[in-house]
């Protein structure tokens, strides 16, 4: 018995060793839109999570989860979903789809470090360097324009190229110089845990939509690579923002 009980659980890593890892580009066009900084939309983190309706989930930001895949999160970088039943993550170990190494902080926080330059980038998530809410200065036009992605799932009114698609999600990103503790203005490898990632949702039917802070624009993010086995996305942002996970 004992036997079999090791040839199976043999099978089952062969089996997760052998799931595919997708890895593509995709051009980011840009669309106009007012406001000047971001927001996190329905859902936020940091420690309370809150749900569509006003509800909440509590977690300690410096809480860790390990999933059965290895796949290591905080509390400070984790949003729940309330109306799909998902989670939204910005891993906090491993590699991002560059080869940085991914950990966190003792806030919790993820930390991408490039080992070649030695320099490093911290992503909070749903909140400021200091703490503040993250929807802080935005302007009343994209205030109402969050509001309305939330209320139809949709972005195709700020996004013309995500006609046809459903928001299923988001999470706000804040990318910060770990050294300095200065808003990072340029291409970051960003990995994303979504727990309603699917081997059937590919470059076809899988988009993130992304309000730049820098620009005040919605834009498509190139998805840099996808790995089903962990449900984890790669993402290329130039720098914070709020990105929306949306699919067909």
Do not use: H
Request: glycine residues 12%; contains cysteine; charged residues 10%.
């Amino acid at each position: 018995m004992k036997k079999w009980k090791a040839l199976t659980v043999f099978g089952l890593v062969c089996a997760l060793a052998a799931m595919p890892v997708l890895t593509f580009g995709a051009s980011s066009k840009e669309e106009s839109s007012g406001g000047s900084s971001s927001g996190g939309g329905s859902s936020s983190s940091s420690g309370s999570v809150v749900a569509g309706g006003g509800s909440s989930v509590i977690q300690k930001p410096t809480q860790v989860t390990v999933d059965a895949n290895g796949v290591q999160t905080t509390g400070a970088g984790t949003v729940v979903n309330s109306e799909p039943g998902t989670i939204i993550a910005v891993p906090s170990n491993g590699m991002n789809a560059a080869g940085q190494a991914v950990t966190s902080d003792t806030n919790g926080n993820t930390v991408i470090r490039d080992q070649a330059t030695g320099s490093s980038v911290t992503v909070v998530v749903g909140k400021t360097s200091d703490g503040k809410n993250s929807t802080a200065g935005l302007s009343q036009q994209t205030i109402s324009q969050f509001e309305a992605i939330d209320t139809t799932k949709s972005m195709a009114g700020v996004l013309p190229e995500a006609a046809g698609y459903t928001v299923q999600g988001n999470i706000n990103l804040n990318v910060y110089d770990t050294a300095t503790g200065a808003a990072v203005v340029g291409t970051q490898i960003v990995p994303i845990k979504w727990t309603g990632l699917t081997q059937a949702m590919n470059a076809e039917n899988l988009m993130v939509g992304y309000y730049d802070n820098a620009t005040g624009q919605y834009i498509l993010v190139p998805i840099v690579a996808i790995d089903y086995a962990t449900q984890t996305i790669n993402i290329r942002v130039n720098g914070s923002g709020t990105a929306r996970i949306m699919t067909r």
